[in-house]
């Protein structure tokens, strides 16, 4: 079936660090893929999508490309702040509109001022 | 609107009981869906509604496991028979059938002791 492999946490950088949070993907079809990001005490926000190979999805300086030949839709950006720490997962949805998400472990990010 | 609404917010009950969840959804969305989260794992998807009709459900969801969309518009979760294993965060997630975007309620915890 469906699966989404998400870098291990947690991660722990200093403010203005890059970021990187590595995301692999395993379907069978062609799936969008999404990053949402669960901040302390709220529920889950989608933070960026995409939903063909090649697509670049991007959000409050968050990018994610989503890389057919390598399965990937890795996360990044280039200056991380405090109020970017949080959970971060990275899910697929292998039906368009229909939201059946599966999705990774999470990774839990740090920023240190 | 101020979004996916869920009730209650934490719920502790004692193994054998049965519990109901509330999920409300954004007005004009015509998708529901219920998903559960274990504690470091990313949520898993239990079931789906399009209006009142529940189209697909989960190996996940056992025959202790009920969820109701009466009319189209708020969905029930209930549990029968809660055991420990059901201790969990219980989401619950609304879409617009055209768009690919979930938006997601805080959840309800339960905790079965």
């Known amino acids: 079936g469906d699966s989404v492999t998400q870098m291990e946490g947690p991660v722990t950088l200093s403010e203005e660090a890059f970021l990187t949070i590595n995301c692999t993907y395993t379907a069978t079809g062609y799936p969008s893929l999404f990053w949402y990001v669960q901040y302390p005490g709220e529920g889950l926000q989608l933070l960026l999508k995409?939903?063909?190979?090649?697509d670049k999805g991007s959000n409050k300086g968050f990018e994610a490309t989503y890389r057919k030949e390598t399965t990937s839709f890795h996360l990044e950006k280039g200056s991380v702040q405090v109020s970017d720490s949080a959970v971060y997962f990275c899910?697929?949805?292998?039906?368009?509109?229909?939201?059946?998400?599966?999705f990774g472990q999470g990774t839990r990010l740090t920023i240190n001022p | 609107d101020t979004g996916v609404s869920q009730d209650p917010r934490h719920k502790i009950t004692k193994r054998g009981q049965n519990v109901t969840f509330r999920c409300d959804p954004i007005s004009e969305h015509n998708r529901l869906y219920w998903y559960r989260q274990t504690l470091g794992q990313g949520p898993e998807f239990l079931t789906y509604f399009q209006n009142e009709a529940q189209l697909e459900k989960s190996r996940l969801l056992s025959d202790r496991f009920s969820a109701e969309r009466p009319k189209g518009s708020f969905s029930t979760l209930e549990i029968q028979r809660t055991e420990q294993g059901d201790s969990a965060m219980y989401l619950c997630a609304s879409s617009f059938s055209l768009t690919d975007e979930a938006f997601f309620g805080q959840g309800t915890r339960l905790t079965v002791v």
């Open positions: 995409a939903t063909k190979a090649d």
């Open positions: 899910a697929l949805s292998e039906i368009q509109g229909a939201q059946k998400l599966v």
